[in-house]
C-alpha cells in the first residue's frame, strides 16, 4: 500500500523501481497503456536477471504476469535488450574471457580489460554490460570481478553467489551496491587495485566458512 502523502518512496522489499511504479500508477488511476507496460517489465526484468536473482518474489511476478496481460512480449524485449549486440562487443567478451583468473581454489575469478583492449576491439567502454556475470557460469566461482581501465580510473564490477557480501566489500573501496552486486571507481594503478581486491575478497571468503 502506497503512503497518503509521498515525499521520498522507499522501498527495499521491491524487487525493482518498476514493480513501486505500476503500483504508483494504479494508484492514480492512469491507464495502462501498451507502451508504459513494456517499460516497466524492462526495468523487472533487468533488475532481476529475467527473473532468476534472488531478489524475484510473488509481487514482481504478479507485476510481470500483468505487463504480459497487457500486450507486452517477454521474447521480443529480450531480443531488444540481449540480442542486439555489436560484433565488437563479442570481440571485447573473448579479451574479458581470455583474462579470467582464478584464486582461492577456484572460488573467486578476476577479469581485466585495458584501453588496448577496446582500441583494438573497436568496443566501447558502455559495452562491458553484464560481462563480469560470465565467471559465475563456472560452479567453483562464489565471486567475481571485472576491472576496466576507463580514461583516468579503473570502473570495477563485483558480483557474488551468496557467501561476500560485495556490497560491503565494495564500501571498503568507496564504492557500494547490494550484496550480490556493488560497484566502484578508482584513480588507482590497475595492478595495485586488482591485488588490494583480491586480498579483501579473499578475506571475505574465509570468513564465510
Known amino acids: 500500500m502506497l503512503p497518503a502523502t509521498i515525499s521520498a518512496w522507499i522501498d527495499p ?23 508504459i507496460a513494456e517499460a516497466l517489465m524492462a526495468a523487472i526484468v533487468t533488475d532481476t ?3 532468476r536473482f534472488a531478489n524475484t518474489d510473488g509481487r514482481c511476478l504478479r507485476a510481470v504476469a ?4 497487457a500486450g507486452v512480449r517477454p521474447d521480443v524485449l529480450y531480443r531488444r535488450i ?7 562487443r563479442l570481440r571485447l ?20 580489460l585495458r584501453q588496448a583492449d ?25 565471486s567475481a570481478i571485472l576491472l576496466v ?19 560491503r566489500l565494495a ?9 550480490r552486486a556493488a560497484g566502484l571507481r578508482s584513480t588507482e594503478d590497475i595492478e595495485t587495485l586488482k591485488e588490494r581486491l583480491v586480498e579483501a575478497c579473499g578475506q571475505a571468503l574465509s570468513e564465510s566458512k
Request: glycine content about 10%; charged content about 25%.
Open 171 to 179: 564500501g571498503r573501496f568507496g564504492g557500494g551496491g547490494h550484496r
Open 49 to 51: 536477471g529475467w527473473l
Open 82 to 88: 540481449h540480442q542486439n549486440d555489436r560484433p565488437e
Open 118 to 142: 577496446f582500441v583494438e576491439t573497436g568496443a566501447h567502454t558502455n559495452e562491458t554490460e553484464n560481462m563480469v556475470n560470465e565467471a559465475l557460469r563456472i560452479a567453483t566461482v562464489e
Open 66 to 69: 500483468r505487463w504480459t496481460d
Open 93 to 112: 567478451l573473448v579479451r574479458v574471457l581470455e583474462s579470467m583468473e582464478f584464486y582461492f581454489a577456484g572460488c573467486l575469478a578476476v577479469m581485466t
Open 13 to 35: 522489499s521491491a524487487a525493482a523501481t518498476g514493480v513501486m511504479v505500476g503500483e504508483l500508477i494504479d494508484a492514480l488511476g492512469w491507464p495502462l497503456k501498451k507502451e
Open 149 to 167: 581501465q576507463n580514461g583516468d580510473c579503473v570502473r570495477v564490477n563485483l558480483r557474488s553467489r551468496d557467501r561476500v557480501n560485495v556490497a
